[in-house]
Structures are given as structure tokens and as C-alpha cells.
């Protein structure tokens, strides 16, 4: 061997990297969510993920609960939107439940998508609509950017509602991120449709109870953005999700629901609800 060969060989040794330094992939997981019809659906999880789409948020499981509950007020035949979605459940349960068109979104991370769209595939048979493949679609998308490539996924309006949106948005444990409140704001009052009966459904627990104020900080900026802001309820879970974080144990299991709309003819003009509950609670 050279000398030139055997300089080679050293600098090839220098960079190459120390066996068991790139660990490997952790792989999907399964998780299985019974709906109040007794029928499981078995959900697929990415394996662990930067942006925690590798959980089954708390959120996630009440919000789908409640909408099976309020179905024909608000999935059926409802455009749907989902923000910030992980495994999409709330989407799915959509898709089950009779909704006109379900659009579910994350951070555009090909593996979250990718995931998405294979639960899309498992759960499609359960969809009641004759074109059931298309009823539900995943794509990225990035809170604060434009709406067009979300409404696009619409078709005309009815003649009913001129105003291009959806009627349901759903945002289950996204308030967590304080940074990118105004960029949330933005994407809701952007695609929520302009009409009294359209809501967007926040559901969130505060899995650090010390920052339950920031949480609910993005409720205050859509009550400055002039909508009508009004607490649904509490659910306490029977566990906390995550064992060891610190902070009121209580608080940490206890899921909190709010509604979100324009004022129109079901409310009052100083933004409170007909039925008198405080826009905030």
C-alpha cells in the first residue's frame, strides 16, 4: 500500500463515525380508542417525535368524545378542520360520524403525514359516505401561513353560507405553545366560516399548571380579535398523562373544553352567550 493509500485509509478512519452512534429509529406504535358506540379503532403513533405526535393526547380523546355526543350540531354534513392533529383522532371520529369534508393537519413532517394518511386508510371503511376515500385528506401545514391550500380543499359554499371556511375547527393540546398563539389566532379567524353556527372546539390541559395563565392567554387575543369566547366544561381524567412532571396533579388530569365563534345572532353584543356564561371562565 502507498503512502497515499495509507493517508487514505487514516482520514477515512477519522470521519467515520463510532459503531452504535446513529441509534436507531424507534419504530410506530399502536394504540386503540373505543368510541361510545363501543366500536375500537386501532391508531397508529409515530415513533418518538421533536413535535409529540407520537402520543395520544388527553385532549384529543375528550374533544372526540364530545363531539359524538353534539354530532348532528356539529359533524354531520360539516366541513371539518383540525389543527395540530398527531394521530387524528378527532378527525377520524369525524370522518365516522358523517362529516362533508374532514381536512386533518400537523407541522408538515413527512412521517407525521405519512402516519396520518395510514390512519386515514384503516379507519375509511367506517366512513359513511359513498366516496368515503376522499371524505378525510391529510396535509401539512404551518399555523400563520395562508389559508388558501386549506380552503381549497372545499367545494362551493352552500347557497345557504356565501362565506368560504369550515364549520368545525378543532385544536386539541396546541395552547402549550405560547410562542405561536398569534399564529394560531391568524389560521383560525382565516378559515373559520363567517356565520353564527361555525365554532372552533379548544380543548387543552395544563400539563405544566404553573403556565395555566399563558394557556389561557390565546383565549384572551380571540376575545380582542372580537370573538365570542365561552367555557364548555371540565373533564377530569382518571391519570396524568406524564407521571413525573411536577405541578397540581389535579389540574395535570383535568381537560378543559371552550367554543369559539363570531358574534352573530346567538349572541349578545357584548360578546356573551344568550344562555348568560362569561365568554371567559
Not at 371552550?258 to 346567538?266: M, N, Q
Request: hydrophobic share 40%.
Amino acid at each position: 500500500m502507498t503512502s497515499s493509500e495509507d493517508e487514505d485509509a487514516t482520514d477515512a478512519a477519522l470521519f467515520q463515525e463510532p459503531e452504535g452512534y446513529f441509534q436507531p429509529e424507534n419504530p410506530a406504535t399502536y394504540t386503540e380508542h373505543t368510541l361510545l358506540s363501543g366500536q375500537a379503532l386501532r391508531l397508529r403513533l409515530v415513533g418518538h417525535n421533536p413535535l409529540w405526535g407520537h402520543l395520544l393526547w388527553n385532549a384529543g380523546q375528550v374533544i372526540s368524545e364530545y363531539l359524538q355526543l353534539h354530532a348532528e350540531e356539529l359533524v354531520v354534513e360539516k366541513d371539518v378542520l383540525e389543527l395540530g392533529a398527531g394521530a387524528g383522532l378527532p378527525s377520524l371520529v369525524c370522518g365516522i360520524l358523517g362529516a362533508r369534508k374532514v381536512v386533518v393537519t400537523d407541522y408538515p413532517d413527512p412521517d407525521l403525514i405519512l402516519n396520518l394518511n395510514h390512519n386515514i386508510t384503516t379507519c375509511a371503511p367506517l366512513f359513511p359516505a359513498s366516496e368515503s376515500s376522499s371524505t378525510v385528506s391529510a396535509t401539512g401545514y404551518l399555523w400563520g401561513a395562508s389559508p388558501v391550500p386549506l380552503l381549497s380543499h372545499l367545494g362551493p359554499p352552500p347557497r345557504t353560507t356565501p362565506s368560504p371556511g369550515f364549520d368545525l375547527l378543532i385544536l386539541a393540546d396546541l395552547l402549550f405553545n405560547h410562542s405561536e398563539h398569534r399564529a394560531l389566532l391568524f389560521t383560525l379567524t382565516s378559515t373559520l366560516r363567517h356565520t353564527s353556527s361555525a365554532r372552533a372546539l379548544v380543548f387543552f390541559t395544563p400539563y405544566r399548571p404553573w403556565l395555566l395563565d399563558k394557556d389561557l392567554a390565546f383565549l384572551e387575543l380571540c376575545r380582542e380579535e372580537g370573538l365570542v369566547v365561552r367555557k364548555l366544561g371540565d373533564w377530569v381524567r382518571e391519570k396524568v398523562m406524564f407521571e413525573q412532571d411536577r405541578g397540581d396533579e389535579l389540574l395535570r388530569r383535568t381537560v378543559f373544553g371552550y367554543e369559539i365563534c363570531w358574534i352573530g345572532e346567538d349572541t349578545g353584543g357584548d360578546g356573551k352567550a344568550k344562555d348568560g356564561q362569561e365568554r371567559l371562565s
